[in-house]
């Protein structure tokens, strides 16, 4: 459980809160992290077979904040998943900083994975007997790799763990874990950060919080994150919404509020589950 804080969160973060929707320069001045072109993805065979993704073209501006919603089943995690190099394809191209994924054998795409993209899954997946620095540089060392420590420095210092680093995760509430998460995925400086629902295991203060620290990486550092969610509030948190219903792009919002997402989201509700 996350534990409760006593300084509220505008005074403890406050550029966190203040303006969840600043958005970023046009993405059409901004060159591309991350680019899918008639992207498909089939599972299975015969009648097990299920289109995930039909022919998705979708590109992910450098700089940007972009949340993917849609109905359960619409392919969210199979469109993140295959963006970011976990999963094949079975049609179409993704490009990744400027790298065509399909082109390269299983050691590359590793490597690719870990030098040019973070994770935050839901769960927070760090290693127990690591302090929470070790947990931070975990990758960068695996890649035998030296931090850039200023750059280090300051991704620490946003997600507010200077005086947490020698703590284990079972000595950090489920928010701190997840800021450790956050702090690793950003410690290599990576082409793109995946967020795959980061803040369904927290409450909603926690994951204001951690929202607030993706809004941050992209608007001060200028990262570029792609986040998975359910959560119209999240959602609002992002400079742009891409709709996904049965495997396709319906449409796309800039400059969401947590209202217009929703409202959005409602007209998924005649044709089936939101969420
Ligand atoms: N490994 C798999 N084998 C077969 N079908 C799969 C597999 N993974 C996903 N699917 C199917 O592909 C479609 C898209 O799934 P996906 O998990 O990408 O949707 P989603 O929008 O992320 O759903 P949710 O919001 O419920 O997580 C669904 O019909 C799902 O049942």
């Not at 998943?81 to 994924?101: I, K, M, P, W, Y």
């Not at 998924?268 to 939101?274: A, I």
Request: aromatic content about 6%; glycine content about 10%; charged content about 25%.
């Amino acid at each position: 459980m996350a534990c409760v804080a006593t300084v509220p969160v505008s005074q403890e973060f406050p550029l966190v809160t203040a303006f969840p929707h600043v958005t970023t320069p046009s993405p059409a001045t901004t060159a591309v992290a991350a680019r899918a072109t008639e992207l498909s993805k089939v599972y299975g065979t015969g009648d097990t077979r299920v289109v995930a993704l039909d022919r998705v073209s979708v590109a992910f501006h450098q700089g940007e904040f972009t949340a993917i919603m849609g109905p359960s089943g619409s392919g969210k995690s199979t469109l993140m998943h295959c963006v970011a190099g976990l999963d094949s394809f079975s049609g179409g191209s993704v490009q990744l900083g400027g790298t065509e994924l399909s082109r390269l054998k299983d050691k590359q795409l590793t490597a690719l994975r870990r030098d040019k993209i973070g994770f935050v899954f839901q769960a927070f997946n760090l290693l127990p007997t690591l302090t929470a620095r070790e947990n931070i540089t975990l990758p960068l060392d695996i890649a035998g790799r030296k931090p850039e420590k200023q750059w280090l420095e300051r991704v620490i210092s946003m997600v507010g763990l200077e005086g947490r680093l020698k703590h284990r995760p079972t000595e950090l509430s489920g928010g701190q874990q997840q800021r450790v998460a956050v702090a690793r995925a950003l410690a290599s400086r990576p082409e793109i950060v995946f967020g795959d629902e980061p803040t369904g295991n927290l409450d909603s203060r926690s994951g204001a919080e951690i929202l607030g620290f993706l809004r941050e990486s992209v608007r001060e550092l200028g990262q570029t994150v792609v986040m998975v969610t359910h959560d119209p509030v999240a959602a609002a948190y992002a400079d742009r919404v891409v709709f996904l219903a049965d495997g396709r792009i319906v449409d796309e919002m800039h400059g969401p509020t947590a209202e217009r997402v929703l409202d959005r989201m409602k007209e998924f509700d005649g044709r089936g589950r939101v969420s």
